[in-house]
């Protein structure tokens, strides 16, 4: 038996080689981003190119914010707005509808619950038009409104936060907090948000990130003056394509918080994501 | 004594429920109501955000409508005339073609991965990490990022394959070339996210299965495909729909490897057909036609997930 197990858990060298050699894989472009970032522009074009990080980074990063063109740091700003705004609302409202589902009765519960499943097959392309002609039709077109208020919900966090709570939830405990005279709201607050706070926060790093990440509908519905951070990023990149120097310093810049949150969250978010896999 | 007896009536006649006092009736309520509050917000803003454009959509397409507010009811005659359009084959030929060149690879790389990292090794974290780091990064910024290695003249990828003395490719000119570079964009930042995927269903597997496995003398690679490979069959069928979906909306990486343009190289060799409909709805401002091809694009997504879903099914029988 021992002898069995040993034979099933041995790690061979080659298991490492694989492995540093798949990281490095992963690593190499982010890393190949920094070292552009860092340097100028009639380097980067030597051959060979440069494989190192020089000290060009500020003299970059200075040009990407003078850049009329691209509003690079009203794009931060405003990356950091929505995001924000929009993961704080997923969590309250997925953590919130996620207990209902989980431990509270009420007629039309399984019907419901499968609906928000469904909305979850739903390609975002597919409603790209008359969410902008609804966009334009009330003047939100070109505004950060409408880049926040249609992802204020969501059904994947309503759906994660459901199966966090059916489990991490004991019926007795919500009954306990009830004989005690709490309002429903008052034990969703009091009593089960305290107990989906690792999962919930999960939910807020990813909702983050994503949001941070979002590309096709804020570049369909925003401009110029008002863009986040990807929006200013496609336009810095699309129109000065052979500045490879400065577009890279844009493309670190708006990385690095993301980079920053991975780092700090890393093993959080990798729980989440195995998590996740287990139970659809 | 009288007072008291009243009182104990009184207690007695709430108990029955006679007469039911506001406090208890206000918490019957909050019982009755609170979960419809509770989860009235997701259903309000998916009607108005979700379902709403949704069928919406399928309305538009019905309709001869160019600027916002002007139209003409023309039944079907943007998907017949959608089905005789060269262009719209075109980009559905693209799409298909880069989504199959992405997708094979990526899941049987993923895989590989994910066997790799439920053995027992060291930095288990850092490993796990490295994998999932490209899936952080933004599309936008992989764009640009993979649009500079792919470059013609200054691209790291041509200096390397100069070195070996091949020739430089001009990586955007020719559609085998684009499908690749692109299908390398999707794979570097899709495969570590399937991988954790997989391998958190592969932990759930239990060892003692393997164990009896290798006792009965099976080597590694037999109890990879006898016992891993089934037991992970609805998590693959779950990581090869989810791949559907998101590689036949590609948008993003293209559009950014062609330098932020629609037509997707000079003979339109990586228009997708997202950037079709991106192009004719916001650029050329047809958004009946877009809108066709909007509910085409869903139900060719509906329909290779169902292909997918029963090749799968047959496969891993």
């Given at each position: 038996m021992k002898a069995a197990s040993v034979r099933l858990w041995r790690t061979?060298?080659?298991?490492?080689?694989?492995?540093?050699?798949?990281?490095?894989?992963?690593?190499?472009?982010?890393?190949?981003?920094?070292?552009?970032?860092?340097?100028?522009?009639?380097?980067?074009?030597?051959?060979?190119?440069?494989?190192?990080?020089?000290?060009?980074?500020?003299?970059?990063?200075?040009?990407?914010?003078?850049?009329?063109?691209?509003?690079?740091?009203?794009?931060?700003?405003?990356?950091?707005?929505?995001?924000?705004?929009?993961?704080?609302?997923?969590?309250?409202?997925?953590?919130?509808?996620?207990?209902?589902?989980?431990?509270?009765?009420?007629?039309?519960?399984?019907?419901?619950?499968?609906?928000?499943?469904?909305?979850?097959?739903?390609?975002?392309?597919?409603?790209?038009i008359p969410l902008y002609m609804l966009m334009v039709k009330i003047g939100w077109n070109g505004t950060l409104q409408a880049v926040i208020v249609p992802f204020l919900v969501s059904g994947f966090g309503v759906f994660m936060m459901r199966q966090y709570a059916a489990e991490a939830i004991s019926d007795e405990l919500v009954e306990a907090a009830r004989v005690d005279g709490c309002s429903t709201f008052r034990i969703y607050w009091n009593v089960v948000l305290p107990v989906l706070r690792p999962a919930a926060a999960v939910l807020g790093l990813l909702t983050f990130m994503q949001t941070w990440n979002e590309f096709i509908w804020p570049y369909a519905v925003l401009d110029a003056n008002t863009p986040t951070v990807q929006l200013s990023l496609s336009l810095l990149a699309t129109a000065y394509y052979t500045d490879y120097a400065q577009v890279f310093a844009a493309t670190a810049l708006a990385t690095l918080p993301l980079l920053a949150v991975f780092i700090l969250f890393g093993r959080q978010i990798i729980g989440g994501i195995m998590e996740g896999a287990i139970k659809s | 004594m009288t007072s008291s007896s009243v009182i104990r009536s009184?207690?007695?006649?709430?108990?029955?429920?006679?007469?039911?006092?506001?406090?208890?009736?206000?918490?019957?309520?909050?019982?009755?109501?609170?979960?419809?509050?509770?989860?009235?917000?997701?259903?309000?803003?998916?009607?108005?955000?979700?379902?709403?454009?949704?069928?919406?959509?399928?309305?538009?397409?019905?309709?001869?409508?160019?600027?916002?507010?002007?139209?003409?009811?023309?039944?079907?005659?943007?998907?017949?005339?959608?089905?005789?359009?060269p262009d719209f084959w075109n980009a559905l030929k693209n799409t298909v073609g880069i989504f199959l060149l992405a997708t094979v690879p990526q899941l049987l790389m993923a895989l590989a991965v994910a066997n790799l990292l439920n053995r027992k090794i060291r930095a288990r974290t850092f490993f796990r990490m490295g994998v999932l780091i490209p899936n952080v990064t933004s599309v936008a910024a992989v764009g640009i990022v993979f649009g500079q290695l792919f470059a013609r003249d200054v691209g790291l990828v041509n200096y390397l394959i100069t070195t070996f003395g091949l020739d430089a490719v001009d990586w955007q000119a020719n559609t085998w070339s684009s499908w690749i570079a692109i299908a390398v964009m999707v794979d570097w930042r899709w495969t570590g996210y399937n991988t954790l995927i997989l391998l958190g269903a592969m932990q759930a597997i239990p060892k003692d299965l393997y164990e009896s496995a290798s006792l009965d003398g099976a080597a590694p690679?037999?109890?990879?495909?006898?016992?891993?490979?089934?037991?992970?069959?609805?998590?693959?069928v779950f990581t090869v729909i989810i791949s559907t979906i998101g590689g036949l909306q590609l948008f993003t990486e293209p559009v950014i490897f062609g330098n932020g343009k629609m037509l997707g190289g000079t003979l339109g060799q990586f228009q997708t057909v997202t950037m079709y409909m991106y192009e004719t709805a916001f650029q050329r401002f047809q958004y009946g036609y877009g809108a066709a091809i909007a509910w085409s694009l869903f139900g060719l997504i509906v329909v290779f997930s169902l292909v997918n879903l029963l090749l799968i099914r047959r496969a891993a029988r």
């Open positions: 061979s060298p080659l298991t490492y080689l694989a492995l540093v050699v798949g990281c490095l894989t992963s690593l190499f472009p982010i890393y190949w981003m920094f070292v552009v970032a860092t340097r100028s522009n009639d380097v980067i074009n030597d051959v060979p190119p440069p494989l190192l990080p020089g000290g060009e980074f500020g003299a970059n990063v200075g040009r990407v914010f003078a850049n009329e063109h691209a509003a690079f740091a009203y794009g931060l700003v405003n990356s950091l707005v929505v995001s924000s705004v929009v993961t704080l609302s997923v969590v309250f409202f997925s953590t919130l509808a996620g207990f209902a589902f989980a431990k509270l009765r009420f007629r039309g519960r399984n019907g419901l619950l499968l609906v928000i499943v469904g909305t979850m097959m739903v390609p975002v392309q597919l409603g790209l | 009184s207690a007695a006649a709430r108990a029955a429920g006679d007469r039911v006092p506001w406090r208890s009736r206000l918490t019957r309520a909050d019982v009755k109501f609170a979960p419809y509050f509770f989860i009235a917000p997701f259903f309000v803003l998916f009607a108005i955000f979700g379902a709403f454009p949704l069928v919406y959509t399928g309305w538009v397409s019905l309709h001869d409508w160019h600027l916002i507010g002007e139209h003409t009811f023309v039944g079907f005659a943007n998907y017949t005339a959608l089905f005789a359009d690679w037999q109890q990879f495909w006898r016992i891993t490979v089934p037991l992970l069959r609805p998590t693959l």
